[in-house]
Each structure stands twice: as C-alpha cells, then as structure tokens.
C-alpha cells in the first residue's frame, strides 16, 4: 500500500503550504496532494487560498522525492489543452512526479461567485470525457485533431513530450456508476474516491464488469481511496487492510485536526513497518 498526504491547501500561509508539503517527504509518504479551488471550501469568510496548479509547480521546487497532484483539478476551470500544456510543465519540473488528477468538478459556489462557467450535471459529465480524450491526446500525439460538442482542437501539437511515457498516470475522481464510473473504465489509470472500504468495495466490483465491458484488464485501473487520521490506530489499520482487502493500493491520508503529532504517529507505525 502507497500513501500520500492532503496538506488541506486552505486558510494557511505559503510558508506552511511549503513546510507541510517538505513534512510529508521527510516522513516517507509517496505523495503530497493539494486541491484545485480558489476559494477555501470550509470555515466562514474569506481566507488564503493558493491556486492548485501553481502550487504544484512552485512545490517541485522544494521537494525532491515525493509526487505531486491535487485531488483533483476541475475541468471547468481551464480548456483542456491549457490543462495539458500545465501538466507537461509541472511534469519536467518535477522530474516526473506528476500525478494528473481530473474530475468534472462540483464547487458550484466557487463558480457563481467568480464567473466560471458551470454547466448542468449531464453536460458537465460530457465535457469532462470529452476533455479527458484531449488530454490524452495533446500528451501522446502530434498533429492532434478532436471534435466533440463541448471542447475542440485541430492539428495541435504540444512540446515537449512529459517525460513520464507515454504520459503522467492519469487519475480520474469518480462516485457516480451510471455516468462516471464508465468513463474510469474508458479513460482512467487510477480511480479515486471516498467513502468506506465496505461501500468502494461494492463500487470497484461495478468497475472491474466495466472494465470487462470495454475490454480492459481490470488491473489495468489502480484503485485510490481516501483514508482519516482521525481515529484510533487499531480503527485506520482495519482500514487500511479493508481497502487492500477490495483491491485499493493508494490512500491519500487526511490532515487531521490533530495535527502534526498525529500524522508522525501514524508515519512511525504505518510507513516504517
């Protein structure tokens, strides 16, 4: 099992951002995972808020080992072919420890108060597969030609080429089974999604038949949850063997509310056994 930890990108200082992001590589986590938002999601009023793929890029240059993603940057926050030329940058400047984290997005406050487009739920899901494609293709492809309803580009190349081949794993935050679980089965290279090991566990079963259904190997699609620090040790280590139990083998780690003390406990006994 890979750990990574959401340092909660929100309401905090640069300084802090950069410092809980050099925590997490000290401590041997595999990844370091902030949000894509631009305002803070919790608490009231207004509060620092940094944006999500600036901050990746600026954290390849304070870390040296550990992979960067956001959980997980919103399609309708930026064309995907901004989005694409975005990922190659942070990709080279890391070294190749891009992890390329897309959803459809849902903050719809977010959008409403700054003006961002935010289409209804069934256009939003078809864009965003549409998007996916295009990502894909700006990645591997020269001369790159997509047409659909919501998004299109035309003989584009983007160079360079990431230097993760043939491109950076491709991550896609999905719950629903009608609509975006299909489109995991389709596009994805790691699934991710929250909720209990009991209720992932029935939804990874509806993506392996999925993935059967579009002649993919199952295993081809790394399973992703989230996972709290909340708890007592012995509850997130059931946890923790529930998720590797239903086939998960990456758990972005919550920050809790406990703070430091609690996430160098769970390093001590969870990472270094």
């Known amino acids: 099992m890979q750990f990574g930890l959401d340092i909660a990108q929100q309401r905090?200082?640069?300084s802090e951002i950069v410092g809980r992001a050099r925590f997490a590589e000290a401590l041997g986590?595999?990844?370091?995972?902030?949000?894509?938002?631009?305002?803070p999601m919790y608490g009231e009023g207004p509060g620092e808020c940094f944006e999500g793929q600036t901050t990746l890029a600026a954290l390849t240059g304070v870390t040296e080992r550990v992979r960067l993603g956001l959980l997980v940057a919103?399609?309708?926050y930026r064309h995907p072919s901004i989005f694409a030329a975005e990922a190659i940058?942070?990709?080279?400047?890391?070294?190749g420890r891009l992890e390329l984290a897309y959803g459809a997005a849902w903050f719809d406050k977010e959008h409403t108060e700054l003006g961002i487009a935010f289409p209804e739920l069934r256009d939003r899901i078809d864009a965003f597969e549409e998007a996916l494609q295009i990502v894909r293709g700006l990645l591997t492809t020269d001369g790159f030609t997509f047409e659909g309803r919501h998004f299109s580009v035309t003989d584009a190349t983007l160079q360079p080429r990431p230097v993760q081949q043939p491109t950076p794993p491709i991550w896609v935050g999905a719950f629903g089974e009608r609509r975006m679980l299909p489109i995991v089965a389709r596009h994805?290279?790691?699934?991710h999604c929250a909720g209990p090991p009991s209720v992932l566990a029935a939804k990874a079963k509806v993506l392996d038949e999925l993935c059967e259904r579009e002649g993919r190997d199952p295993a081809s699609v790394r399973r992703a949850a989230s996972l709290s620090l909340e708890g007592e040790p012995d509850s997130i280590r059931r946890a923790i063997d529930a998720f590797a139990d239903a086939g998960f083998t990456y758990l972005v780690c919550g920050?809790?509310?406990?703070?430091?003390?609690?996430i160098e406990s769970f390093a001590a006994s969870v990472l270094a056994g």
């Open 188 to 191: 994805a290279d790691v699934w």
């Open 12 to 14: 905090m200082p640069w």
């Open 255 to 262: 920050w809790p509310s406990q703070g430091r003390e609690r």
């Open 29 to 39: 986590f595999t990844g370091v995972w902030g949000f894509d938002h631009f305002q």
């Open 89 to 95: 940058t942070i990709d080279h400047a890391s070294g």
């Open 74 to 76: 919103g399609m309708t």
